[in-house]
């Protein structure tokens, strides 16, 4: 069968970044320049807050067949490219999801991205969160999580909690807490946050939650994250940063409990908040952490 496999470039990326080696963990901002006679393609496209960008990796070296990942585990085993993210491949096609960050008549201003400065951007497609996102799904790192630098892992925690809750809510003291928790658990469990061995156990029900399962992925459907105690605080998104919904007590029955609902009200100053506690268990260890105030944000109270 024939194939007629001519791409025709429909714009270029403008940045700062104009070497591979160069190309930061998690991109950067760039301009996407878009030709002018495909300016009528992009009708509608910031209505969108994510988009799919497809490049043409210029650059890359297209008789490699296997690779390693050279920044983040230079000493892993080499894998097929096929089963990497390695811009060397035979058939160097670029995808990425990246912010959009605005629209200037043909010129699209966009965060995150991995591209280096002049590559040919040949398709763009919005990004569909319930079609595109797929949270149960499972990958194997290349190297284990706990044999790579803070900076790095960090760097990938980060990344997975803004993709999940949005650059506003990771930038949260919940966001930190998340963080901070999985790293932790990282290096006393060493373990993978991802594994499905990992089991969360939360005592008090907040932002915390979203963080934690943006990184771990685990969930009460799949059996990894449970609750335990008596206070829930359950922050609205609705209204800001407003509480929406307080439930004092989860071992009274519904009518005991006093509800603060729409239209919303600020939470009682004589219902406590107590510190966050979270316990992340995996097999026959278990790490208890409880929230203090500083800037460690988690004191150990058990490691076992």
Not at 161 to 190: D, F, K, M, P, W
Not at 213 to 237: D, E, P
Not at 277 to 304: C, G, N, Q
Request: aromatic fraction near 6%.
């Amino acid at each position: 069968m024939a194939l007629d496999a001519t791409l025709t470039p429909i714009g270029r990326v403008h940045c700062a970044v104009s070497e591979r080696h160069a190309v930061r963990r998690g991109g950067d901002r760039a301009r996407i320049e878009i030709f002018e006679p495909y300016w009528p393609a992009l009708d509608q496209i910031e209505h969108n807050t994510h988009i799919i960008l497809f490049g043409w990796f210029h650059a890359s070296v297209r008789q490699t067949l296997k690779t390693r990942p050279r920044k983040v585990a230079p000493l892993a085993s080499e894998r097929g490219v096929f089963a990497s993210r390695s811009p060397d491949r035979p058939n160097p096609i670029a995808m990425t999801i990246v912010p959009l960050l605005g629209r200037d008549g043909g010129t699209l201003d966009v965060a995150h991205l991995d591209f280096i400065d002049g590559t040919p951007i040949v398709d763009i497609k919005p990004y569909c969160p319930g079609w595109d996102s797929v949270f149960s799904a499972t990958h194997r790192r290349r190297s284990h999580p706990n044999e790579q630098s803070d900076e790095v892992l960090l760097g990938f925690f980060e990344r997975d909690l803004e993709n999940h809750v949005g650059s506003a809510i990771a930038a949260t003291r919940e966001g930190r807490l998340a963080i901070r928790a999985c790293q932790l658990a990282t290096r006393h469990l060493n373990c993978d946050p991802r594994d499905s061995r990992l089991l969360l156990r939360l005592h008090q029900l907040d932002r915390l939650m979203d963080g934690l399962m943006a990184i771990t992925g685990a969930s009460l459907s799949n059996g990894r994250l449970s609750f335990v105690g008596h206070h829930m605080n359950v922050l609205g998104t609705n209204a800001g940063s407003n509480p929406q919904v307080v439930v004092e007590d989860l071992n009274k029955s519904i009518d005991e409990n006093r509800m603060i609902s729409s239209p919303i009200r600020p939470v009682p100053e004589d219902i406590p908040r107590l510190p966050r506690r979270v316990d992340l268990t995996l097999e026959d260890k278990t790490l208890a952490l409880e929230e203090i105030p500083d800037e460690s944000l988690w004191k150990i109270l058990d490691s076992f």
